[in-house]
């Protein structure tokens, strides 16, 4: 396909029903326009104090990265496409609707997509330097408290990390259990989405 063609998917489907050049639409994911906003402006935030990335584990059909990209230049997004224990995903659907939206949102630039594990990914990156993070993958207590663990270190002093649907159990336990030394507040967009700024 020529550089910067449009996928055959994009072209047949064309941009998503309801598209608008800011969020993709809400029925793409889970996220409500408030939560979208914080994520947003926590990442202009970290932006224009030259924190140019951003990290999303588990990204879906890319609600939430579509608030990140407005605001990031880089959003690094993981995701198996495989689903979580209850909640499968379209597998290769899944997985094309998140770069379709991209495109369709002219965001496809914005974002490195590596289709792992969040454990996985998160073993790759090595260092610091990352400005704001979503935790929105596996929300079993064990694997929420791994990305946790995993991401914090990642991310850069006066960074946010946000942990979607916080008030669930597992998300919930794995907060309360997380309280690393140079934790300077958890405060919360809304009572789904927790924000853990890093001193
Ligand atoms: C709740 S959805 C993410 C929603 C997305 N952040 C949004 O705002 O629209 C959870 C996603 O995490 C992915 N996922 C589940 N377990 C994972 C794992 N261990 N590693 C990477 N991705 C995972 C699923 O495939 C699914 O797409």
Redesign the pocket.
Known sequence: MAKGALSPRVAKHGPVPGFTPGYLPLS????STPELDGLRAEAWRQTRNGRFHAL?????????TSALTLASPLVIC???????PGEP?EGTD?FLDFTRNMRSLDRHNFVVLRTT???ALLELLGTPGIGTI?V???HATA?VARDLRGAWRLLETDGTMFV?DAEKPGPKAALRAFAPDDLEQVSYVTPKLAALRKR
């Open positions: 793409e994911g889970w996220m999303e584990l588990g990204v879906w059909k890319g609600l939430a993981v995701d198996t496409f495989t689903g979580t995903c899944t594990t969040d454990d979503l929105d993958a596996d694997q979607d």
